[in-house]
């Protein structure tokens, strides 16, 4: 076996840079499996991975730090809009600025090399990214509908267990989707990109990391200002921005003000969604726009003109709208997956050549991937651990554990191939599918259909995470052995921090579904589970006709860009179009700002766009989100530490 910490011993200065200088193998190898792989270790592991420091103390401790940290942004920007972001490039930049700027003060007498980067950003990623999934989702969900919260120790547990169920579950995936197939993982490969950048002998690395500490301090300073200003004082509530602009749109809209505003058809400022708007795209964003005007400015008044919707405000709407929204959500995901039917047999398909090159791999280079006893322990020790916790906490029997476990390992292949071709995980459709299957096993049983498919989307989202991380150690020359080790020690600190941070946010059900946090992936969850549980004849007539609007309209526009695939980039989004109704309008509105901004930026100064978007957009959400957690700690004061440890 290979030494899991390398010392921290590097090469000089000059072959690290003339290292990070070479252009990345993106272009694949060609030949036999067992030729690709000698390339790949002749010409891109031999110098790199044989003899550059990776896996160390440094790398892994600063990568845990650092995700522990971006875990709380994707879990704020995760209750407020059901979105996850990638760590991994703002961690890079974010380490590589910590440490240099430690060099120079002469605190570290070395600097970082590209692999132990490419370490640090693995472990960064497994914390900020792979952990904090399916609070947003499940756990969220089920304290929807069961009106009560889950004991962090049960949180906790069950989530660190579905973690290590998805990293083990990718060992025997790697050799397969990233030696043999080289797919892509797009993001695999800008990580890898940033990284050559920041270690080559550039200023490149310096100027993307200033503009990303700026962003976040301006980012800061503007959520304090929107929402800080009362932890001073009461009296200076009246200047915050949020205060201001309201007080403009009064005057602006006299008394139609209030009609609107209970339909969130306002301007409400939040900095962390125009960010995400530029990361995010055009395509997607003006869908949101578009549907989200629909949604709140036309069917919603109609509804209450006619009595239907009787209560004003976000809680008492979404409540009608959400139909429309999660079925067409849902009807396009799983249309999504059938359509992808030759990547689904591809991937089962890796069964049997998994099997088959475990074999020749003890012949050739297997001893710098991870060993396939890993798999076995990890699978083992985690289905144990969550078939007791389910049978013990919801009452699920252990065979239908077993059946969640073997159902995620067979998704989990299929929403990693898609990764690797599309950048995007399924995650969504995954959990759906398994939802859908134990709706026929358990049927009304709603906690036991959250949960198992809770295990699914869990497993799907941390096999992709690592297999997205490995690629870049791939393209580095990494050794992917260490690089698994990196990725498992992020999942220990991950699994506290968001579990113990989700505690607070949400201390039970009446902050879900707000303003504050719409939870629309909550809501998603929890509609699926009651509309399986109680029978769709349970509903009322029109929340019916909105599941199958929303359904036509999910499988029209999935259908669309098969049909008219020329026009592929101008149509709109499915899971777009249906995420607009399950939250904030204004929402929709600074998404598409920042698409927008984004878009002007590019085409005029595309140069610069190429350098700086991605760093400042990432700096703004993970300022933006810091800020707004500090505030929610600060404001429930002494009372936290009993939150966390008092159930």
Not at 2 to 24: G, I, K, Y
Not at 337 to 363: E, N
Not at 410 to 437: F, S
Not at 615 to 635: D, E, K, N, Q
Request: charged share 10%.
């Amino acid at each position: 076996m290979t030494q899991t910490v390398a010392e921290e011993s590097v090469p000089p200065a000059d072959l690290a840079a003339e290292e990070a200088d070479r252009p990345l193998p993106v272009a694949p190898f060609k030949g036999t499996p067992e030729e690709i792989e000698r390339q790949w270790y002749e010409e891109v592991y031999r110098g790199r991975g044989d003899s550059m420091a990776q896996l160390t103390w440094r790398a892994v401790l600063i990568g845990s730090c650092l995700g522990a940290v971006l875990s709380l942004t994707n879990l704020y920007i995760g209750l407020k809009a059901g979105w996850g972001f990638g760590v991994a490039i703002t961690a890079c930049i974010l380490s590589y600025a910590i440490w240099t700027g430690l060099l120079k003060v002469g605190l570290v007498r070395t600097p970082m090399t590209i692999l132990e980067n490419n370490c640090m950003q693995s472990t960064a990623s497994s914390a900020g990214y792979s952990t904090g999934g399916t609070l947003i989702s499940a756990f969220a969900a089920y304290i929807i509908i069961n009106r009560a919260p889950l004991s962090v120790p049960l949180m906790m547990t069950w989530v660190f267990f579905i973690a290590i169920l998805g990293v083990t579950m990718a060992i025997p995936m790697k050799r397969q989707m990233i030696n043999i197939e080289q797919l892509r993982f797009p993001s695999g490969v800008a990580a890898a990109e940033t990284l050559r950048a920041l270690h080559a002998k550039t200023s490149h690395g310096m100027r993307a990391a200033k503009a990303l500490g700026l962003a976040g301090l301006i980012a800061a300073l503007d959520k304090f200002w929107a929402e800080g200003l009362s932890s001073i004082s009461a009296s200076l509530e009246r200047f915050s921005s949020g205060t201001l602009l309201t007080g403009l749109q009064k005057w602006l809209l006299g008394s139609h003000y209030e009609a609107w505003a209970g339909r969130t058809v306002v301007f409400s400022w939040d900095f962390i969604f125009v960010a995400a708007g530029a990361i995010i795209g055009m395509r997607v964003c003006a869908t949101m726009l578009i549907s989200g005007t629909l949604c709140w400015a036309v069917v919603v008044p109609i509804l209450q003109a006619q009595g239907v919707i009787t209560g004003a405000g976000f809680a008492p709407i979404v409540q009608w709208t959400l139909w429309f929204g999660a079925s067409c959500m849902v009807a396009a995901g799983l249309l999504s997956f059938a359509l992808s039917w030759r990547t689904a047999l591809r991937a089962f398909h890796d069964l049997g050549q998994m099997v088959s090159f475990r074999s020749d791999a003890a012949g050739g280079y297997g001893h710098l991937e991870a060993p396939m006893s890993w798999f076995a322990a990890g699978q083992i020790v985690s289905l144990v651990a969550l078939a007791w916790l389910a049978h013990a906490s919801f009452g699920m029997p252990v065979w239908q554990s077993v059946v969640a476990v073997a159902l995620s390992f067979l998704l989990a292949l299929v929403a990693c191939r898609v990764t690797g071709e599309t950048d995007t995980t399924p995650v969504g459709a995954m959990g759906k599918v398994t939802q859908l299957a134990f709706g026929a096993l358990s049927p009304g049983n709603v906690n036991v259909n959250l949960m198992s498919a809770n295990i699914t989307a869990g497993a799907a989202t941390s096999s992709a995470d690592l297999l997205t991380d490995l690629k870049s150690g791939y393209l580095l020359g990494a050794n992917p052995r260490q690089q698994f080790i990196a990725q498992f020690s992020g999942i220990f600190v991950g699994t506290v921090v968001t579990v113990l941070t989700f505690a607070v946010l949400v201390p039970d059900a009446n902050v879900l579904g707000t303003d504050q946090f719409p939870a629309p992936a909550a809501q998603t969850w929890s509609a699926v589970a009651i509309a399986l549980s109680k029978g769709l004849s349970s509903l009322e007539p029109l929340k019916l006709w909105l599941i199958v609007a929303g359904a036509a309209v999910g499988v029209a526009l999935t259908l669309a860009p098969v049909l008219l695939p020329r026009y592929q980039e101008y149509l709109p989004s499915a899971a777009a179009f249906g995420l607009a109704w399950v939250f904030n309008w204004y929402y929709g509105l600074l998404f598409f700002l920042g698409a927008l901004i984004a878009l002007v930026i590019g085409r005029r100064k595309p140069a610069l766009a190429d350098e700086f978007t991605l760093p400042v957009a990432s700096g703004v959400i993970a300022g933006g989100s810091l800020m707004g957690v500090a505030l929610v700690f600060w404001a429930n004061g002494g009372s936290i530490l009993g939150k966390l440890f008092g159930g």
